[in-house]
């Protein structure tokens, strides 16, 4: 990406060495925080571009960043970033499935923020590299690549290849490494309402208000309760 753009997504402070990247990322509800843990990440993937865990770790922050930057332009360069920094991961350690993922996850935002012409550009290579860490690590982030291909199917138009029956298969299949998983529940009720079973629907995501928080992930499944919340009252009025 060019360097004024990423100079606008990390601010213009250079990261102190002190600074404890993880430690802020945790924090990453903080999008201040979550800039200086990117900026750490940054300033090691540039010292070294072959250092495997700041890119993975910088395709992860950019994916957090670009789905809660203050401004479209923003958000649009924090994915432009998490897809350089993904492949970075890939080329540093094809084996490892993290490259792989996050780059999905990073294309798949910039596609659904360009709109259509990027989602049928993008829509094959993120079903291809979900399909690399299938293959490498079924449990990757208890179940993410079953729980990610699951919504590729839901988001994709049928005529492009979706199918809510495959998206149920893959959803159900990330439950068995997570079955108190939050935004699987979620997602897997969105699509059991698109297919019309209602009533099921209703049932998780009435099991999502009693579920705990995962540690490694609290700030997302706050967001995922909320929109399971919004979701259930929808349903319970129709």
């Not at 395709?59 to 350089?84: D, P």
């Not at 079924?138 to 049928?158: E, H, M, N, T």
Request: aromatic share 8%; glycine share 6%; charged share 25%.
């Amino acid at each position: 990406m060019a360097c004024w753009a990423l100079a606008v997504l990390l601010g213009s402070s250079t990261p102190l060495a002190a600074d404890d990247a993880d430690a802020l990322y945790a924090n990453r509800t903080s999008l201040s925080d979550a800039r200086r843990a990117a900026a750490v990440w940054q300033a090691q993937l540039t010292a070294n571009g072959s250092d495997f865990t700041a890119a993975s770790k910088l395709a992860r922050a950019s994916y957090w960043l670009g789905g809660h930057l203050e401004t479209e332009a923003l958000r649009i360069a924090a994915f432009e970033s998490g897809m350089e920094a993904a492949r970075k991961a890939v080329a540093a350690q094809p084996s490892r499935p993290d490259g792989y993922f996050w780059l999905a996850a990073n294309m798949g935002g910039f596609a659904e923020l360009k709109g259509m012409r990027a989602g049928l550009k993008y829509r094959s290579p993120i079903r291809e590299n979900l399909q690399k860490v299938l293959a490498i690590d079924p449990a990757f982030q208890k179940g993410s690549p079953d729980r990610a291909l699951g919504r590729w199917y839901f988001k994709v138009p049928g005529l492009f290849g979706g199918s809510n029956a495959k998206s149920e298969q893959h959803l159900r299949a990330a439950l068995t490494y997570h079955p108190a998983s939050i935004v699987t529940r979620l997602f897997l009720a969105e699509t059991l309402a698109d297919m019309r079973r209602k009533a099921e629907a209703i049932t998780l995501l009435r099991e999502i208000e009693a579920l705990p928080l995962d540690p490694d992930w609290a700030p997302e499944d706050r967001e995922f309760k909320e929109q399971a919340k919004v979701m259930l009252a929808t349903l319970q009025t129709r």
